[in-house]
DNA sequence: AGTGAAAACCATGCAAT
DNA sequence: ATTGCATGGTTTTCACT
């Protein structure tokens, strides 16, 4: 993982259609040794996946909140994970330190979904509260690590 | 925005280095079909990019947190966006209804780097408290609408 | 909007360094 | 680990439907 490999991540992630030919040439380069490269990191699993960022809102996912779950016993474990992620609405799912112990972040196509999704939150094992906190307004969001130098 | 759509979208945000001709055949459409309904949902902005997925570990993010931020004036405006956009480490920024006014998602490569990214949160105009919710463990990140059915 | 084929372009493997 | 080149596959265009 050097400056080399930095500056690859960073082209790919700004556009995955980049050809090896011009990724070389940002990174200095030639298409074979950027292709190498990059194999290896996909190997390694710095580079996890090549996907399609979709916007939310033509999904008709309007509504997005991150809801703090309390539990009435230990849910830092493996069953809490796959009730969690058996409801599609649930995008993200933290264990956390302070006075609640999972957060989730869900979105969903309306209030009334919303409500539906924290119905079905309740009926995971251990839950004993929620608080949703909504979404009005997503100044941004953008990937980990995006854009920032690569700086030896 | 119809079922096809809804199956090309599900196949590229699985692998968007899937070839045109698979895309086709995952759709019930020829090749050409396929790439000219892709280049529609890029021209329509559904597809706001395509990019590859990170690990955060890789880059030696290791520490995810969740910054509740209370304002002492309004901060759904503009001026507060650019000034959190402007700190890297900050993931995604969104206006919340609660007793917060702002939500943010921080990663960073330790604790240190945490309480300096605090440390400069304090310093966005408005910004009168913060409540930071530590991650300890990432039970999954997904996209929105991951693997969800294409029906009708 | 979709098909099938042609043409341009790119990914991928390899010999050499 | 990188280079330059060859080759096969893929993207992209186009006339037709």
Redo the contacts with the bound molecule.
Sequence with gaps: MDD?DRRLLAALQEDATT???AL?AAAG?????A???VR?LRERGVIRRTTVDIDPAAMDLDVLAFVLIDGATWMGDEPTSTALAAIPEVEEAHVVAGSASVLVKVRTTGTGALQDVLRRLYEVPGVSATEAVVALDTFFERPPWFHREAKG
């Design positions: 080399i050809s090896y030919a070389g380069l030639s298409a074979g040794a292709h190498e490269r290896k």
